[in-house]
């Protein structure tokens, strides 16, 4: 890596507000109002953002969606106008976002590679001598000379890749493009960016696996609602998002006399006696993806260990985890029940826990907000990502869902032992395997 | 002013895209449908025919002002006007058009509403030149050193037009209206300017208002070029509201664009 002093890209408290109006017709108003009076509301998609990139250093962007990664490429890329704050990129800057842009539908794959080449400035002779290179490196065979309108999304995300790395960039601004390629061609992009990381370009890139951030970046940024929440070395950074995303997204901490009243019920429905929760964080499931007849009954919900009482996000088989749901005052239910399931990331159920099958209805309150624990051994279940889904129902004649919160509690999985990183679902203990020869 | 002259200065340094820009903007116009370039003359032909026709046979009112042959006066007004109406069409969708040049890179996006105006001008002076051949062997008109004064024209035309597209242009981004409103503009001009019936037809004031029309300026222009044998200059009031009036817009149009291009990617 040839990394200079040089500092190639260089922004200093980068903002972008965008307006937003509830209609056209509000933004007619406001832009002929004689005394200016305002009719939007103001959306910070970046708050104070400042960087600096040497030559030959790669950054990497993370953060959820709606962080203000790809605003913040977008500004790079000369593309989005900031609100306040100053930037500059030396030399040629080559940008991969979005995949609506770039392209004329209409011209071949040829057509538009000579027609793009002629904007970064190379002349029609030049882009005759490159387009072989640039082919060569798409694969997209005999579609270059059709209309880009004809391309499947990886071959149009080929050709914009193979285009802006053969235009001899100094800067080259990519944004979460390997999504759409397959595998191999995936890999050979990667191979292409080390490749210019070695040549001592300069490259920003936002993408969601850690992965790729961790091996090709030399440094990170991590963004949440447009804020800057850490900068450094990839593989810390990558490593507190990750915290970050499992657990404690979304969370409040509820003042003591809640998680003392987690105390007492617990003592009430289990018969145990927890040793006093230092503190818990309660996630809050307002703003999650939820049903029901009775919306926001479930206010709040956690997770913790029993016998350390302290809050988690990764968890081991055999462990001893309380699931606990916070619940709002309810109108009086007809045989209420609680439903508990955990799906792994692909959306299945692992395992359901049901409180009327298991006979132990919950008592809800109809004037005084209750909280609710649900006590069992983590079972033996493959590493990976999963989540809870909680809800109350009703079960009359027929189930009512009072309120029903998919993916409530993100948890990890994670088992040292070998036999937890197969990649299905449930592990077997003991497996004795004979061989008889015959 | 300024801002105007940022948006000139770049022109001139970034002037290979520009050419670039104009060669393929007339390619998609013209040449990507079957026919190609013949719909650039096919259709102003029919155009001048039926306006021709509706003249000289239902409405009974082709007559010149200098008491000439009606059908080369007709098409001599109607060329720069069917110039700048279809400018002004195509310029007010012109950056949602060019949007995925946008997006992508830095790109002068001042350009757009003039690579429009060049990409246009190309069929309009291929049909100037076309014109000229048939008023000469047809109507037996003789070139005269007053010809030339169509440089001029073309000068103004431009800086008129350049004003316009660039105000039309990026209004239309943030207020999709303003599309329909050039279109009812256009027809409004067209009937209310004397370029299909000659100016004689007015009297006292109405008269004095049409000869100021900033339109009229141009398509009367052309008619002292190839026809009247009269020089631009000739009527000094006339020079003067016109060019205050081009000026003007042009400073509005550079002040509008200016301010509302850098929220362009924003809203497209």
Not at chain 1, 249 to 274: A, G, H, L, Q, Y
Not at chain 2, 14 to 40: E, H, M, N, T
């Amino acid at each position: 890596m040839k990394t200079t002093d040089e500092i190639i890209i260089y922004a200093n408290s980068l903002s972008k507000i965008y307006k937003l109006y509830n209609s056209k017709r509000d933004f007619i108003k406001e832009v002929f109002h004689p005394l200016r009076k305002t009719y939007h509301k103001k959306f910070h998609a970046l708050k104070d953002i400042s960087i600096s990139l040497k030559k030959g250093e790669v950054l990497g962007i993370i953060g959820k969606n709606g962080s203000g990664k790809s605003t913040l490429l977008k500004i790079l890329a000369s593309i989005v106008t900031p609100s306040s704050g100053e930037y500059s990129c030396k030399g040629r800057v080559t940008a991969l976002l979005e995949l609506s842009g770039g392209f004329n539908r209409e011209l071949t794959g040829i057509q538009n590679i000579i027609f793009l080449g002629g904007i970064y400035g190379f002349s029609r002779v030049e882009m005759t001598n490159k387009i072989k290179q640039i082919l060569d490196f798409a694969e997209i065979g005999e579609y270059a000379s059709q209309p880009i309108k004809s391309y499947s999304s990886g071959m149009y995300m080929r050709l914009a890749f193979s285009l802006a790395i053969h235009i001899e960039p100094d800067v080259l601004i990519v944004d979460e493009i390997l999504a759409v390629g397959d595998a191999r061609f995936k890999q050979k992009c990667l191979r292409k960016i080390t490749e210019f990381k070695d040549d001592g370009k300069t490259i920003v890139l936002c993408s969601h696996s850690m992965e790729t951030i961790k091996q090709f970046c030399t440094k990170a940024i991590w963004l949440n609602e447009g804020k800057i929440v850490e900068e450094g070395l990839p593989n810390s950074v990558t490593d507190h998002y990750n915290a970050f995303m499992v657990s404690h997204e979304n969370t409040v901490f509820i003042d003591e006399i809640s998680n003392k009243s987690v105390i007492s019920s617990n003592n009430k429905e289990t018969n145990k006696t927890p040793n006093k929760p230092t503190e818990i964080f309660w996630q809050d499931v307002s703003k999650l993806d939820s049903f029901g007849t009775g919306m926001n009954t479930i206010k709040y919900a956690g997770i913790i260990n029993i016998n350390t009482t302290k809050n988690i996000s990764t968890l081991k088989t055999n462990e001893n985890i309380r699931i606990l749901l916070h619940l709002a005052k309810t109108k009086m239910l007809k045989r209420p029940a609680i439903h508990l399931s955990l799906n792994n990331h692909l959306g299945i159920p692992v395992f359901k826990i049901n409180s009327n099958i298991y006979k132990q209805p919950p008592r809800l309150n109809t004037n005084s907000e209750t909280i609710i624990s649900i006590d069992f051994i983590f079972p033996k279940i493959a590493n990976g990502k999963y989540s809870f889904s909680l809800g109350i129902l009703s079960l009359i004649d027929e189930r009512e869902y009072i309120h029903w919160v998919n993916d409530a509690l993100l948890i990890q999985v994670s088992n040292p032992d070998i036999r937890y990183k197969v990649g299905s679902q449930i592990v077997i203990d003991n497996v004795k395997i004979q061989t008889t020869i015959v | 002013m300024k801002s105007s002259k940022s948006i000139i200065s770049t022109l001139i340094k970034q002037r290979y895209i520009f050419k670039l820009l104009v060669i393929r903007d007339f390619k998609s116009r013209y040449l990507s449908s079957f026919i190609g370039l013949p719909w650039a003359f096919i259709q102003p032909t029919a155009y001048v025919f039926v306006i021709w026709f509706a003249f000289t046979f239902g409405l009974k009112g082709g007559q010149t002002a200098s008491g000439g042959e009606f059908a080369p006066w007709l098409i001599l007004g109607l060329i720069p006007w069917l110039f700048i109406s279809q400018t002004m069409v195509v310029s007010s969708n012109s950056i949602s058009q060019y949007s995925y040049l946008l997006k992508k890179t830095k790109f002068p996006v001042g350009m757009i509403p003039i690579i429009k105006i060049f990409s246009g001008m190309i069929v309009h002076i291929i049909l100037i030149i076309l014109i000229l051949f048939v008023i000469v062997f047809f109507y037996g008109i003789q070139p005269t050193v007053y010809w030339f004064q169509i440089f001029y024209y073309l000068f103004a035309l431009i800086v008129l037009l350049t004003g316009i597209s660039w105000f039309v242009a990026s209004v239309n981004v943030f207020i999709h209206d303003m599309a329909h409103i050039v279109t009812i503009l256009i027809t409004m001009l067209f009937w209310a300017t004397p370029i299909v019936w000659s100016y004689t037809m007015l009297t006292g004031k109405l008269k004095y208002i049409a000869l100021l029309n900033p339109f009229f300026y141009i398509t009367e222009g052309y008619r002292y070029t190839f026809l009247e044998q009269r020089w631009f200059f000739e009527f000094p009031e006339m020079n003067i509201f016109f060019w205050t009036f081009t000026l003007l817009i042009f400073i509005l149009g550079a002040y509008t664009f200016n301010k509302l291009s850098p929220s362009f990617a924003d809203v497209l």
